[in-house]
Every structure is written in C-alpha cells, then in structure tokens.
C-alpha cells in the first residue's frame, strides 16, 4: 500500500528508468477523483492493457467510452513509436471490478489465480495504475521493439518507486470479472530475444531482470552478442627459441583488440567466458628440414595457473624457411585466459620470425 505518484516522482522515476515519455497538458490535475468522490489510492499495483484500436490519445484522455466510462482512461498511453504520454495522474476509468482473489495475489505478489468473480470484487481504479499500450488487439498486431523496451521500463520504473516487485504488475485479463483478454499479441522482441508471444509471465520476468540492475542498465541486445569481435595480434620483431621447453608466444602487437581479450604485452589473447576461431600464421627461420616445432593452446587461470593443454599441432621443417597455419578455435570459460605456446623438438635454436594471430572472438 501507498500513496499514488505526485508528478514530480513520475518524472524522476521515468527519467531514471530511461523511460522516454512526453507529457498531455493538464494531466497534472486529470482524474476522476472528484467526479466520483473516490480519492485515487493507496496504490497496489500496475494494470496493464492493450488499447484495441489506433491512435487513441484522445479516446483515452477526453472522449471515455460515452457516458458510462468517462475519460481518462489511463494513466498513460505507449503508442508503437515506444515513448509514453502521460494523460492522468488521478483515478481513472482503466480496471473496472477487479476480482478480489486476483487483486489479493497481486497485494501479495503471489501467482494471480484465474479471475473468480465469486471472491468478491475490488474497485481496481481506486488501487491500481493502468496503462494502455497501443495494440489492435487481434492476436497478429505486433507490440514493436521499442514498445516493448518501454513497457519493461515502464513498470519497473512504477516498482522501483514504490519497493515492489514484478509481482505487483498484473494484466486486465488477471484481474477482470467481464472476461477481458487483454494484453495480448506478438512482440518483434525485446534484448537479445526475437519475436514471441506477449505473456504477462514474460513481463513480469522482464521487469523483475531490470529491476535486479540499475535503472540505467539496458538490456543487452543481439546486434552486441551476436556480431563477434575481431582480434589481430602479432610479434614486434622475431625472436630465437631455444629447443625443450614450452614457451608463451607474447604478442607485442595489438592491431586490432575488439574483444579486450589482451592486456598490452601478454601472451594471453583471450579471456573467457568465450568463443573464437581464426588463426595463427607461423614463419620460422633456420628449424631444419624434418624437424619439428609443437604449438598448442593452453589454458591458464586469472592467477597464471597452468589448466588445461589443448592437443599440439606440429610444424615440420622445410627448405627455405617453414610456414605454417594452425587453426585456432576453441571456447574457454569464465576465469580463464588462452595463451599460444610453442615447443622447439629441434636440436638448436630456431628463429620464430613472424607470428600473426587473426580470430573472430565472441563473448559467453
Ligand atoms: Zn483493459
């Protein structure tokens, strides 16, 4: 329980969610409190609806639905373009009867059971906000991305103010004795996630994973996880190894880092969580003929302990100068780095004249 937002904390809260809205005049003193003589809270919780229909700023705000439902008829409207109007700050004609089974779970932020007319009936306007998001209500009218992304702000913002959780979001169809369905309809998506079907489960998900953050935090989306990132790497100048034992090969050259996978200097080249392919392009000098040179990926942790050695991948020496491609494509998991080392089998040193790793590399 407590008391309705005064403008003032709507905007802040918006603003903090990054909940982009802009404001309808006069809805600073809208309501319905004094033409029916009920004050507009304490407040419970956050109705949710679909509009059915188009453009329907004015319907909501002035028109009401004739004589028996004046306007407003919500507190805010999120139209597809995803940017809020607020219309009202008193009580408005959103909820109609809320059943009191469905209303109690949502005071209690328990599962709201299916609407029971026979538990009794509460008069939802006194108690709930309600905002109305622009959907024809059809079952195929999509809720765009940005629609979506606000709707998730939207009630987190309300949450956030109030200390409540997810659980006090409720959809009309959760609480309406007169059967109401919505919201309802596909969504184009929403973070990583693609096209799917509006569910107050997954609101309420969506809300409860912005409200664990803070209100900055964005939703990461799948152009940032699905696009990897490009790692081109290599040696400042060639260096002599001596035969018989395993040897990080530090690049010094940072052409291209996307994935901050490798602190200046290190031989480590990524750091896990992650996946990448690519490439280590090899030139060695004076390995003679038949001879062999080993390279091998190992895995360390982040405090240099040697993990896990991946199979090695000989190159054998050939007449003037011995080239050499290994292929790189591994996943690592979190807390550990992936370094490239090399085992001269040779009897004398060798020169490792050039080495140039190229890998597109992806988070998680
Ligand atoms: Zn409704």
């Not at 005071?107 to 108690?127: F, L, Q």
Request: some cysteine.
């Amino acid at each position: 329980m407590a008391d309705p937002m005064t403008p003032a904390q709507w905007r802040e809260a918006l603003r903090a969610e990054g909940a982009p809205f802009t404001e309808l005049e006069g809805w600073t003193s809208r309501g319905r409190d004094q033409a029916t003589g009920k004050v507009f809270g304490p407040v419970n919780g956050v109705l949710n609806h679909h509009t059915a229909g188009r453009d329907s700023l004015a319907l909501i705000a002035y028109w009401g639905q004739g004589a028996a439902v004046p306007a407003p008829l919500a507190h805010a409207l999120l139209p597809k373009d995803g940017r809020l109007v607020l219309i009202a700050d008193g009580r408005a004609n959103h909820a109609g009867l809320a059943a009191k089974n469905s209303f109690d779970a949502i005071v209690a932020e328990k599962p709201i059971p299916r609407p029971s007319k026979a538990s009794g009936t509460v008069d939802g306007n006194d108690r709930l906000y309600g905002l109305e998001v622009e959907n024809l209500g059809n079952g195929t009218d999509a809720y765009s991305c940005a629609q979506y992304d606000t709707w998730v702000r939207f009630n987190a913002a309300l949450c956030r103010h109030h200390d409540w959780g997810a659980g006090s979001c409720a959809g009309h169809l959760e609480t309406s004795v007169e059967g109401k369905p919505d919201p309802r309809g596909p969504v184009e998506g929403y973070g990583r996630r693609g096209r799917f079907t509006f569910t107050m489960g997954q609101l309420r998900a969506d809300v409860n994973e912005r409200l664990a953050h803070a209100p900055s935090w964005n939703p990461p989306t799948a152009e940032e996880t699905d696009m990897p990132d490009y790692l081109n790497l290599g040696l400042a100048r060639g260096y002599r190894l001596a035969p018989g034992s395993w040897d990080d090969v530090e690049f010094t050259t940072e052409w291209t880092d996307e994935a901050d996978g490798h602190p200046a200097g290190s031989a480590n080249f990524v750091t896990g969580p992650a996946g990448f392919t690519g490439s280590l392009a090899l030139r060695l000098e004076r390995l003679p003929v038949g001879e062999v040179v080993q390279v091998r990926m190992t895995e360390y942790d982040a405090a240099g302990t040697l993990k896990h050695n991946h199979p090695p991948h000989e190159v054998i020496g050939t007449r003037g100068g011995t080239y050499s491609h290994v292929p790189l494509t591994k996943r690592i998991g979190p807390g550990r780095v992936m370094r490239v080392r090399v085992l001269n089998q040779a009897g004398e040193d060798v020169e490792v004249a050039s080495a140039v790793l190229t890998a597109w590399v992806w988070a998680g």
